[in-house]
DNA sequence: TTGAAAGCGCTAACAT
DNA sequence: ATGTTAGCGCTTTCAA
């Protein structure tokens, strides 16, 4: 490789500005961000000259410069925990939708469930300026947004409620539809359930966990200790839970589960059984419907479309107290659900 | 609605800057600066009272500004089709690790497949002077970027080609995966074999059925006209494109998917026979092994991973000529794709 | 070790 | 209709 070229040779700098354009179309300066911007007040010919030094030297706008000048860039920045999640692709996109229609790009970051890299990441963001902020937290304790949130940066927290700050929430209601869910199993005659999550920590994990205890006690049902586990949603520990508390001293005749990724593995652990036990997933999942999954589904795409209004209302100059928003889930009723006890 | 307040009272402006900071901290604005970014050359005496003063008023460093002089802004954007379809997330994931390696953050946006759209979002990156950026295309006609190349944005097309410019591009091998895909149907024993894909604008759905082509040639089979149709692949057309293969005067026995849309409707449909005539599909889907459907199959995040490694690759200063890389695709056999003809 | 001055490219405010 | 000037908040350069 002939790298005789020095390290910074084709980067910036040598990109043309409005003073260049200026010179080459022999007018003001303002003028040629007259017409870079729409501004009335530029002659038809005048117009034309500039368009075409624009033209020509290939000028595009540093909105850097402008940003620093109007004190809003624009752009809304989403921390998520895993983009490849596809419960959060559909939330992107919403979100995605909503912020085109006000002007405004998205910079969005995966979080990975890490509270520090979350912190990082939104920080990086507040550093960029971003007009306003959508966080699905990782972490409990969000004060160190104090300072954004007292500057006016318009902040809105998805999924989980925010630690410590007052914020705009939304939603989706884990306890109401893991409570439904389950119930639905006992109305099908299920009286041993079990229940698989993620860890407690994080916020709909212990929701649902609370909607699983509250339908059995609903029912007059005690909830073994053993029929709940919570932690990690690898396949591993998920299967191992799964197949514990189907061949423990009191086997379950049906399960819960947690979330779209416990619902996957444990629809492969109960297919590999002859007569396999019921199930009732959270989260719908593609192609449920061929597989006769029951699920609770909750509506990512609303949950996403839903924090960017309340976003662009704070930004539109709202200042309306901290919302609290819970959308509904969706009992959808395929099959595994209703499948009767052993 | 009280809203007394003016419209940008709660807005910027009223954000602490490095001058404040020295300010309250009793040094000059140079060793505030200094302080932020870690540089050598402060005691750690005023280094405290410098860490003091940030804290107390919240500062942070505003990076519109720092961009402005330093001519870079650590980020990259992505411009593809659509977040909300499940082969993005993992590529967009894996652009994302691979910038976050590099210290660069993520902007992204979705064409929607309009090349109007394409061309908005990209220049809008580019005036926000993204170091790099990583597009798949809507349009076929990219000369608009040229003043970008040359001014040194790195620029990486994937999953289709680039139009009349350029650059690195990286894609999956639609036609040598079709193909395969196309010579599996044939090796278990089908003639008639059908192809629904996209329209054939789009470059990798005209590669797939060139691949299908070349597998029916290979086997000195005739293709009836009436067994390739391309379009929208939305679940209606896809519907009765795939019924009416089934239904025409020479019928097909077997079909060749052409994307993860397609795959999911005329699975429904094939599901709804009773003797199901045989499928592959391109790319993979969730849970398509618990339903046993033959793909061929692309690394999605492999294709966003090497796209970004190529696009660092430059930023770091590389002036290899524009590369092309093509990445294998995998026939992965589940059943769907084994059955033989009726 | 510290700081003062210049300037990145743009827009706001004010001439002309 | 058009141009001039100041300055957004930071980094670079150079001097102390």
């Not at 000028?59 to 920045?77: E, I, P, W, Y």
């Not at 416990?262 to 192609?287: K, Q, S």
């Not at 699920?295 to 609290?324: K, W």
Request: charged fraction near 25%; hydrophobic fraction near 40%; proline fraction near 6%.
């Amino acid at each position: 490789m002939a790298q005789t070229a020095r390290h910074s040779e084709t980067r910036y700098g040598n990109r043309p500005t409005m003073k260049d354009v200026a010179a080459r179309a022999g007018v003001g300066l303002k003028t040629v961000s007259r017409v870079v911007n729409g501004e009335p007040g530029v002659t038809a010919d005048t117009g034309r000259r500039v368009q075409e030094a624009i033209d020509a030297l290939g000028f595009r706008r540093n909105d850097s410069a402008r940003v620093l000048r109007k004190g809003r860039t624009s752009s809304v920045g989403l921390v998520l925990e895993d983009l490849a999640d596809p419960f959060y692709g559909p939330l992107s996109r919403a979100v995605e939708e909503v912020a085109r229609a006000h002007g405004a790009l998205l910079i969005n970051g995966s979080s990975a469930e890490d509270p520090q890299r979350e912190q990082e990441l939104v920080l990086a963001l507040c550093a960029r300026r971003v007009d306003g902020l959508i966080v699905i937290p990782a972490g409990d304790d969000h004060r160190y947004l104090e300072p954004e949130i007292k500057a006016g940066v318009a902040t809105v927290f998805v999924d989980r409620p925010a630690g410590r700050v007052e914020a705009d929430t939304v939603l989706s209601d884990s306890f109401g539809g893991a409570r439904e869910g389950v119930a639905h199993l006992i109305a099908h005659g299920h009286r041993r359930i079990g229940f698989v999550g993620d860890r407690p920590a994080i916020h709909t994990a212990s929701e649902r966990v609370r909607g699983y205890r509250a339908a059995m006690a609903d029912a007059g049902l005690e909830a073994d200790p053993a029929w709940v586990s919570l932690g990690p949603t690898d396949p591993g520990r998920v299967r191992s839970a799964v197949e514990a508390m189907l061949t423990g001293p009191r086997p379950v005749t049906a399960v819960f589960a947690g979330n779209n990724r416990v619902t996957v593995t444990a629809v492969r652990v109960l297919a590999e059984r002859e007569r396999p036990p019921a199930l009732v997933g959270f989260d719908d999942i593609e192609l449920a419907d061929l597989l006769g999954i029951t699920v609770v589904a909750q509506d990512s795409a609303a949950v996403g479309r839903t924090a960017a209004e309340y976003l662009f209302r704070r930004l539109d100059g709202s200042h309306h107290a901290p919302a609290r928003v819970e959308l509904p889930t969706t009992l959808i009723a395929r099959g595994s659900g209703e499948r009767p006890p052993a």
